[in-house]
């Protein structure tokens, strides 16, 4: 579905992503894996057409997009949840969620897709008329989720979507990442909680520093001795 070939992103002089290379196939989750600042973001919105890379090629659904600009991509069906969230905190829940649907025309399948959110997140069909800046940290995950899948993406790219979230929330969210994959959505998930993160992945890449160093099976990195040691607390 995705694959990534040879790029390489600079911010001014900084050599931020070097010659890094990894694929995607229709139906997976994926991870990407690695310490604050290896460059897991940069890649993510550098897929998303948020920056450039100076060589090679990003390639999905057999199209190259490495110059494609970025609501086209939306369009040709992948979604961004950034990191931190960023859902429009002066809206309301369904005006966020209206804000995902910019793509579609139709008012019908706006409402139908709105549906299908509160179906799956009650708690935002509770909160719809809520401004989304009173929400709590767990909601808003929620609500940049629904946000995402407003747009029906084929891939959907998630950074960091544990982040500041209570443990029993952290459960939560990682249980509605692995209900949209087995609905037929391609997960592409950059998380620092790397043991949750491979327990839900099929196959997982380690990020070192803007390389990447390491590719396998999540099961072969959750029993590999160097990712216990680095990521995965001994």
Do not use: C, W
């Amino acid at each position: 579905m995705l694959k990534v070939d040879d790029i390489n992103v600079y911010y001014g002089s900084i050599h931020a992503i070097q010659s890094v290379s990894f694929e995607i196939k229709e139906g997976e989750i994926v991870t990407l894996i690695g310490a604050n600042g290896a460059g897991k973001s940069t890649i993510l919105r550098t897929i998303s057409g948020l920056l450039r890379s100076k060589t090679g090629e990003i390639n999905f659904l057999d199209k190259n997009i490495s110059v494609v600009e970025p609501d086209k991509i939306v369009k040709m069906g992948i979604a961004h949840v950034p990191e931190g969230r960023r859902v429009f905190k002066q809206f309301t829940v369904e005006e966020n969620l209206e804000m995902g649907a910019y793509i579609h025309k139709s008012k019908s399948d706006i409402k139908e897709d709105i549906g299908k959110i509160y179906r799956r997140f009650p708690r935002l069909k509770e909160r719809r008329r809520q401004t989304a800046g009173t929400l709590s940290g767990g909601e808003q995950q929620m609500l940049a989720i629904g946000r995402a899948l407003m747009s029906r993406p084929k891939l959907l790219m998630l950074d960091e979507p544990s982040m500041g979230l209570a443990p029993m929330l952290v459960q939560q969210i990682f249980d509605i990442i692995k209900e949209l994959n087995q609905s037929g959505t391609t997960i592409l998930l950059v998380e620092q909680n790397a043991r949750m993160a491979l327990t839900i992945a099929d196959r997982g890449y380690v990020l070192e520093t803007g390389r990447m160093k390491l590719a396998a099976t999540a099961r072969e990195l959750l029993a590999d001795d160097s990712v216990k040691k680095s990521y995965l607390g001994g």
